[in-house]
């Protein structure tokens, strides 16, 4: 039986971990047994083994990874350090570290029946690169992105589900992301890029591409209150994950 790939995607200060987190707890008070790829990154800086991640019943993931490629790009790629890279340069280096992870560990453990929760993926892309395109004036359009090799495979392999939390409140957004105390040092993680972004994931044209492709998309909202996301993401769990 194939395994269940969940994406939650969305603006930086949105809320992801909160979703994340709550389908954590809802698969251990299930007996299932979780797998965090992302701390294994964070110690070691190498992909662990295939053969006892896939023993485990969910595996966390997220993008960009914390190694090779992925740690290129949030290093020096689209870290604040002065230096500037074009949209094209950081898009193709998203593509190949997300074809890496992919072939490394997504598609092998969707294919041994693992439950897969992870952070961002090409839906990122498609919502950053465009917007950061429109800003440089670059032609660099949806179908461009989505031609990148990398992109390409994943997008030929889908989602089962994409979850975007949304937060209707824009002042919400700014006094989180000023807030927050998590940080990668990002380019892009600052509110007055991120409210671009809002309109990017909220599009129909967004939610239309994946439903397209073979997608579920959920909006959950972010902007009511912690307890109401948590709440919302058990809910999420019961209907689309509880087996």
Not at 95 to 101: F, P, T, V, Y
Not at 121 to 150: C, K
Not at 196 to 206: D, R
Request: glycine share 6%; charged share 30%; hydrophobic share 35%.
């Amino acid at each position: 039986m194939k395994g269940t790939f969940v994406v939650v995607d969305g603006l930086d200060g949105v809320g992801k971990g909160v979703f994340i987190d709550t389908f954590v707890e809802e698969a251990k008070i299930d007996g299932k047994r979780v797998y965090d790829v992302e701390e294994f990154w964070n110690r070691f800086g190498y992909y662990p083994d295939l053969e006892k991640v896939s023993s485990y019943d969910v595996v966390l993931t997220s993008e960009p990874t914390f190694c090779g490629v992925g740690e290129l790009i949030r290093k020096e790629l689209t870290a604040n350090n002065g230096r500037h890279y074009s949209t094209r340069v950081i898009a193709e280096a998203f593509s190949l570290d997300r074809r890496i992870l992919y072939e490394n560990f997504v598609l092998p453990l969707l294919e041994a029946g693992t439950e897969i929760y992870q952070s961002r993926s090409v839906s990122t892309s498609l919502v950053y690169q465009r917007q950061t395109a429109i800003d440089e004036g670059a032609n660099f359009s949806v179908d461009d992105i989505l031609e990148l090799p990398g992109n390409k495979f994943c997008f030929s392999h889908p989602m089962d589900h994409l979850v975007i939390p949304t937060i209707g409140d824009v002042s919400e957004l700014t006094t989180r992301l000023e807030q927050r105390q998590k940080t990668d040092d990002s380019e892009f993680e600052v509110p007055e890029f991120q409210l671009k972004l809002k309109p990017h994931y909220e599009s129909t044209e967004l939610r239309e591409l994946f439903e397209r492709n073979g997608t579920k998309v959920t909006y959950l909202d972010a902007g009511i209150s912690l307890e109401s996301s948590k709440q919302q993401a058990r809910e999420f769990y019961q209907q689309n994950l509880r087996k």
